[in-house]
């Protein structure tokens, strides 16, 4: 809405001046049209300085009837006290600078100083004026054209005006150096090509107030804007720094101080609706009191409100407690020595010379100079009053922070105009030269060069006519006393190095008084262990924490997403950390393993009882009958196969894994063979009963043992092959289970595995199928009816062992080959053993020749 009142009432002015020339002129004469504004304090000199500042609140408005020249409009509203020390204090550098002998020494600096009465209108006309000047006959028969009337200007206090001011200057090139406004939009140097300043760059505040939130933490926050430029485009240039921090702004309304009060009761509304508990407040000290008058009729809980440098270091704002706790960056608070003095120093004889120094004053203690305009109800001043007895934003010097900008814009001119007149020569004092034209392009080429320290602060600018951005970070607390004071709690500085650049030196209070750090989220933050999942048309700092998937973790607050385990790694039960899997397989140390190396061990133990009861009785029948050579291998190969079941436990190795098969493999090979032998020994031994069979000749004791050694070499090359192509090994076998590592041992070769259980397999089918058809052997001597049952236990327990092994997970894969290898071998010296066993020790009788040779062959056979 500024923006368009400022084009309008240039375009307006414009074309007015355009009309008024065109009729009032005759010839070439030039001839001033309309009523010039006044000078609020002025002074002449070598080289003029022209200042502009809102003195005063707005301005008359009348309604043109268009038969006539418009009346020039009327300053109004109360005298603000902090502009007009503002004017003074460049009064007072002008009359430092007048009196140094190092800076332009023997050059009088003058001044002409305006009110814009915070009016964009009264701005425009004013900076014609200084462009132009106020005579009323511009040099007749020659050209309208002339050199400006002064060389620079410093002002305006608002971004607005100034905008519309730089507009007007740049066609003449008049340098315009800012003491207050801040918008990002005037360092644009094809569209302010004149512009400078001594305040930072609301670009500059945007991002320290954006830091400065999310240093506190805060993610969900409300904005309230001057709906002008200055608040529009700071506004816009904080909500893409927050953006960029990952702050959430819940409402963002726009307001002026002029809106119609529904508009302002509808902002007011939302700010005490909302969930956000901190307020940006990006606006002018106006409207901010505008806004405020509305809240304070409202119950609602303490907020924590952020302030821009406009409203922030305003002492008129100290009277609102809404406002206790409040935050936000100023300009840094500054001495100047000698001006309290110099704005102490009136009195009704200086005073009575100058008509905003008369209205000052009589507004300041509330009487009536001399010779003034009476006012009702104000009595005659008496001429005791002193301005030292007064504590108002006039007298007021404990900060003078925007007095110093002021200050600063005044010595930069100053600075600029020296470098173009003067001649600074080592171990001499400067020499200047009066009589040199100065144009105002000279002095704004020289303005962007100065580079200067004064009461020890720096003035520079950079391409776009800024200085370095440097901050005081501001807190409102309330004293013991009860009253307000803005109490420093910090320093920003966008030139120091990355950790350095927002420091914190004392504690804040907040809103309500709290020394806690008040919390201002949409949502809580995720906890380790979840991540964030954004809420459907909703802001991204309105979420909801979704536990992280299994095998994933989250290991800080607020994780967006959630971090894959590695392979060798699982959650723990909170998921915000990925801690080795554990590691399983058959454990000497667990009750499975214990059970399983106990019946190993048993086993084993039991093959060589029976191998001792068979020695202690070798020349007894019973087992002279059984063949006792391989009686005796036989024994020894099943205790070996109770034995290799122990390779089975523990934690699976290379050599353990290449162990563990081939021992197993070629320890059965050799137990199935003296089994096979035996059987073909009663088959034979049978036989040769018949008369006329030698075959028993054929089977002897060295046939015997080179048939076991054969089909065991047979299962020794199967093994050599398999761990030479493709051994066994250790594997972590992560498929079956996600949350742990089953640790076994891969075959390798499938094909040499297989090769080996195959062949196995093979010798116990012939000596099944041997022993089967030797069961109608007589009873007391015929060992194939137990070597037949022995046979069917050992193919069943391996038969089922095939749909076990492949099925079971884990460890009980190991377990379930351990159980068939004990069966099946518990089941060998069980079946074949134990009644010769028994028939040794528990019925001796039994165990004679004439009882073994008690049964013949049948005619049959």
Not at 183 to 197: G, I, M, N, V, Y
Request: glycine letters at 6%; hydrophobic letters at 45%.
């Amino acid at each position: 809405m500024e923006v368009i009142w400022t084009l309008l009432a240039l375009v307006l002015a414009l074309v007015a001046e355009a009309l008024t020339l065109a009729k009032g002129s005759s010839g070439s004469e030039c001839t001033l049209q309309g009523t010039p504004s006044p000078e609020s304090l002025s002074q002449p000199g070598d080289f003029v300085i022209g200042g502009v500042f809102s003195i005063h609140d707005y301005v008359t408005t009348t309604e043109n009837n268009y038969t006539s020249r418009p009346k020039a409009p009327q300053c109004m509203g109360s005298l603000n006290f902090r502009e007009l020390r503002f004017a003074r204090t460049m009064v007072f550098a002008i009359k430092e600078i007048n009196n140094s002998s190092e800076l332009l020494p023997g050059v009088t600096l003058g001044y002409q100083i305006h009110d814009s009465c915070a009016s964009v209108p009264v701005t425009v006309k004013v900076a014609f004026q200084l462009a132009n000047g106020i005579e009323p006959v511009f040099f007749p028969n020659q050209s309208c054209s002339k050199s400006a009337t002064v060389h620079a200007v410093v002002g305006e206090s608002s971004s607005t005006p100034s905008i519309a001011m730089s507009r007007i200057l740049r066609p003449f090139a008049i340098p315009q150096v800012s003491h207050f406004a801040t918008c990002a939009c005037l360092s644009d140097k094809l569209q302010h090509p004149t512009f400078s300043r001594t305040i930072p760059s609301d670009y500059y505040q945007a991002a320290a107030l954006a830091r400065l939130v999310k240093h506190f933490g805060w993610t969900w926050i409300g904005a309230v804007r001057s709906d002008s430029d200055y608040g529009n485009s700071g506004m816009a240039a904080f909500l893409q720094a927050a953006q960029a921090e990952g702050i959430c702004v819940e409402y963002s309304e726009a307001f002026y101080r002029t809106s119609p009060r529904a508009k302002v009761r509808h902002v007011a509304e939302v700010i005490s609706r909302s969930t956000a508990r901190i307020v940006m407040a990006f606006a002018a000290t106006g409207d901010m009191l505008v806004l405020l008058s509305e809240l304070e009729g409202m119950l609602m809980a303490p907020l924590q409100w952020i302030g821009s440098e406009a409203w922030v270091t305003n002492h008129k704002m100290l009277r609102f407690r809404l406002f206790a706790g409040a935050i936000g960056f100023g300009i840094p608070r500054s001495v100047i020595p000698g001006l309290r003095d110099f704005l102490l120093d009136l009195g009704p004889a200086q005073v009575s010379h100058s008509p905003i120094l008369t209205e000052f004053w009589e507004t300041a203690f509330g009487c009536s100079l001399g010779g003034s305009q009476t006012v009702a109800g104000r009595k005659a001043c008496d001429g005791k009053q002193n301005l030292r007895d007064l504590q108002n934003p006039y007298t007021d010097t404990s900060e003078l922070r925007i007095s110093n900008m002021v200050y600063k814009a005044v010595y930069a001119i100053a600075h600029a105009i020296h470098s173009i007149i003067c001649t600074d020569e080592p171990n001499a004092p400067p020499h200047c030269n009066t009589s040199i034209q100065v144009e105002p392009r000279q002095v704004m080429d020289h303005l962007r060069k100065v580079n200067f320290s004064r009461n020890g602060y720096k003035v520079s600018f950079d391409a776009n006519g800024d200085p370095v951005p440097t901050y005081e970070l501001v807190n409102w607390q309330v004293m013991r006393d009860g009253h307000m004071e803005f109490v420093t709690v910090g320093n920003y500085d966008a030139s120091a190095p990355d950790g350095q650049v927002l420091i914190m030196n004392r504690n804040i209070t907040w809103a309500g008084g709290q020394s806690q750090v008040p919390v201002s989220v949409c949502s809580e933050s995720c906890l380790p262990g979840t991540r964030k999942a954004v809420q459907r048309g909703r802001p991204v700092c309105c979420y909801d924490c979704v536990p992280c998937a299994e095998g994933e973790i989250s290991n800080a607050t607020d994780s967006l997403d959630c971090i894959t385990c590695p392979a060798d790694y699982w959650t723990n039960a909170e998921k915000d950390k990925c801690v080795p899997k554990p590691v399983e397989f058959l454990s000497f140390h667990e009750v499975l393993g214990i059970i399983l190396a106990a019946c190993s061990v048993t086993g084993a133990c039991i093959a060589i009882t029976v191998a001792a009861v068979f020695y202690r009785h070798r020349d007894t029948p019973i087992v002279k009958a059984n063949n006792s050579e391989l009686s005796f291998l036989l024994l020894f190969s099943l205790k070996l196969c109770f034995l290799c079941s122990l390779t089975f436990i523990g934690q699976p190795s290379e050599w353990s894994c290449m162990l563990r098969h081939t021992a197993f493999g070629i320890t059965f090979v050799l137990c199935i063979s003296c089994v096979l032998g035996k059987t073909i020994v009663v088959l034979m031994a049978f036989r040769a009963t018949l008369p006329g069979s030698n075959m028993m000749k054929w089977f002897g004791p060295s046939q015997q043992r080179l048939s076991v050694l054969a089909f065991t070499l047979i299962q020794v090359l199967i093994c050599v092959l398999w761990l030479t192509i493709s051994p066994p090994f250790p594997y972590k076998n992560m498929k079956h289970y996600k949350e742990k590592i089953i640790l076994e041992c891969d075959v390798g070769s499938a094909v040499g595995f297989w090769a080996v259980l195959g062949y196995i397999g093979l010798l116990s089918t012939l000596c099944f199928v041997l022993a089967f058809l030797a069961r109608k052997l007589p009873d007391n001597f015929n060992e194939a009816k137990f070597i037949t049952f022995s046979m069917l236990i050992f193919c069943a327990v391996w038969i089922t062992f095939i749909p076990a092994y492949v099925s079971s997970p884990g460890k009980f894969t190991v377990a379930v080959e351990i159980f068939a290898i004990l069966a099946s071998s518990f089941g060998l010296i069980v079946c074949i053993f134990v009644p010769k066993c028994f028939i040794i020790l528990f019925r001796p009788q039994q165990n004679t020749k004439k009882h073994m040779m008690g049964k013949m062959p049948s005619k049959s056979l």
